[in-house]
C-alpha cells in the first residue's frame, strides 16, 4: 500500500480533513442517540423491541466493517471513506421516516451499515496520514469523534427544545453530515490499491496473513472496548445504586468519565511519541485498572467521581495504539487486517454492558465490574503487542520530511 501524496501541505490538509471525517462520525451518531426516545414514541415500540433493533443496528455494523476492509483494499480508503460517509448521512433521516417496527429496522440496518463502513475506512485512511506524517496523531483523530459527539448531543438537545420533529432535526444533521464529507474528501490521500502477492512464489513469514497478530489485536481491542462499553452504559446506575446518591450526581459519573477520555485523546499522541505506543497502552490500562478499583471499593462520592474520571484517562489512548498497529501489520491485506480487528472491538462494545447486565441477576452492579477491571490487567499484559515493525517496512514512500503542523 503506497501512498500517492507526499507535500507537507497535502499532508497538512489529508490530517484536517480526518479530524472532519471523524467529527461527523460521532456527530451522526449522536444524532440518531438523543432522538431515540421521541422515535420510540412515534413507532410505538416498547423497550425490549427497541433492544431487538439495536441489535439489528449493530449487526448491520458489523457487516458493513467486514465489507469496508476487502474494499478499502481494492478501491483505496479515499473513496470508501466518501461512499461509506454519505450513506451514513441518508441513513441517518432513516429513523426519523419510521413509522412502525418494520420501517425502522430497515432505517437502522442502512445506518448500521454505513456507520459500520465509516469506521473502518476512515481508521484507514487515519493509519495511511499517520504513517506519512512520521509520528503518532490517531488518538487526535478519535478525540475529535468524541468531541463531534458532544456537538451532535448539544445541538440535538436544542433542536427537540424548539420541538423540531425527529425528521426534519435528522435532515439538518444529514445535510451538515454529508456537506462536511464531501468537503473533506478532496484532501484525504490516495493511495495504491493493494495487491496481493503472486501465486508462483512461495509466500515468506511476511507475506502470509498475519493471524496469530490480528488475533491477539482484536482481543485486546475487546478488552478494551468492553471496558468502554460498561462506563458507557453502567456507570450512571452503579454510582446511584451503590452510593445512593440522586440521579444528578449520579450523571457526573459518565461525565467524569467521559471528559477525562476527550481530554486524554488529545494527549495520548504526545506521550506515544515520546514513550512509544506499548508504553500508552500499559500504563493507561493499569491507570484504568486504578480507577476501576477506587470505584468498586469507594464509599465515598468524590473518589468514586475521581475513579471514574481515571478510568477514562486510562483508556483514552490505548484504543488508537491498537488500530494504529492493525493497520501496519507486515503481512495480509491492510483493510481486511483493519476490519478484523475493528470488528473484533465493536462485538466486546456491545458484549460488555450485556454481560455485566446478565451478572446483576446474581451479584450487585459493582460486584461485576470486576470484569472490565480483569480485561484491561489482561490487556496490560499483552500491551507489547502494539509495539510497531521495524522502520524499514510498512513505511509511506512519501519523499519528504514530515510537516511539523
Not at 465489507?67 to 470508501?80: C, E, F, H, T, V
Request: hydrophobic share 55%; proline share 6%; net charge neutral.
Amino acid at each position: 500500500m503506497v501512498l500517492t501524496t507526499n507535500s507537507p501541505t497535502s499532508l497538512r490538509r489529508a490530517r484536517a480533513a480526518v479530524f472532519g471525517v471523524f467529527a461527523v462520525n460521532g456527530f451522526l451518531l449522536a444524532a440518531w442517540v438523543v432522538h431515540i426516545p421521541a422515535i420510540s414514541e412515534r413507532t410505538g415500540i416498547s423497550h425490549s423491541t427497541l433492544g431487538w433493533l439495536l441489535l439489528v443496528l449493530a449487526g448491520a455494523a458489523l457487516i458493513g466493517m467486514q465489507a469496508a476492509g476487502p474494499l478499502a483494499d481494492r478501491w483505496g480508503s479515499k473513496p470508501m471513506v466518501g461512499t461509506a460517509g454519505l450513506l451514513l448521512a441518508v441513513g441517518a433521516i432513516g429513523p426519523g421516516l419510521a413509522t412502525d417496527t418494520a420501517t425502522l429496522a430497515v432505517a437502522l440496518a442502512v445506518f448500521g451499515l454505513g456507520n459500520g463502513a465509516l469506521d473502518v475506512s476512515m481508521n484507514s485512511q487515519a493509519v495511511h496520514v499517520e504513517r506519512a506524517y512520521g509520528r503518532p496523531i490517531m488518538s487526535a483523530f478519535h478525540a475529535l469523534f468524541s468531541l463531534g459527539g458532544v456537538v451532535g448531543s448539544l445541538l440535538g438537545a436544542a433542536t427537540l427544545a424548539r420541538g423540531w420533529s425527529p425528521l426534519t432535526a435528522l435532515t439538518a444533521a444529514a445535510v451538515i453530515g454529508a456537506a462536511l464529507i464531501i468537503a473533506c474528501l478532496p484532501a484525504l490521500l490516495p493511495h495504491e490499491r493493494h495487491e496481493p502477492p503472486a501465486a508462483v512464489d512461495a509466500p515468506t513469514t511476511r507475506d502470509r496473513t498475519p493471524t496469530a497478530k490480528i488475533l491477539t489485536l482484536g482481543a485486546i481491542a475487546f478488552a478494551l472496548f468492553l471496558a468502554e462499553g460498561a462506563a458507557n452504559d453502567w456507570s450512571t446506575l452503579q454510582v446511584k445504586e451503590h452510593l445512593g446518591t440522586s440521579e444528578s450526581t449520579a450523571a457526573l459519573a459518565f461525565g467524569a468519565f467521559a471528559v477525562m477520555m476527550t481530554v486524554g485523546r488529545f494527549t495520548a499522541d504526545g506521550v506515544a511519541a515520546r514513550f512509544g505506543p506499548v508504553a500508552v497502552v500499559r500504563y493507561g490500562t493499569l491507570i484504568a485498572a486504578l480507577g476501576l478499583t477506587a470505584v468498586i471499593a469507594s464509599v465515598w462520592i468524590p473518589l468514586t467521581l475521581a475513579g471514574w474520571a481515571l478510568f477514562g484517562l486510562g483508556l483514552s489512548g490505548c484504543i488508537p495504539q491498537i488500530f494504529t498497529a492493525a493497520g501496519n501489520l507486515h503481512g495480509g491485506a491492510p483493510g481486511v487486517n483493519m476490519s478484523r480487528v475493528v470488528g473484533m472491538g465493536y462485538v466486546g462494545l456491545l458484549a460488555g454492558p450485556a454481560l455485566l447486565g446478565w451478572l446483576t441477576h446474581l451479584m450487585p452492579l459493582t460486584a461485576t465490574l470486576a470484569v472490565p477491571l480483569v480485561v484491561v490487567l489482561l490487556a496490560s499484559w499483552f500491551a507489547g503487542q502494539v509495539r510497531p515493525p521495524d522502520s524499514t517496512s510498512g513505511t509511506a514512500d512519501s519523499g519528504t520530511s514530515p510537516p511539523n503542523g
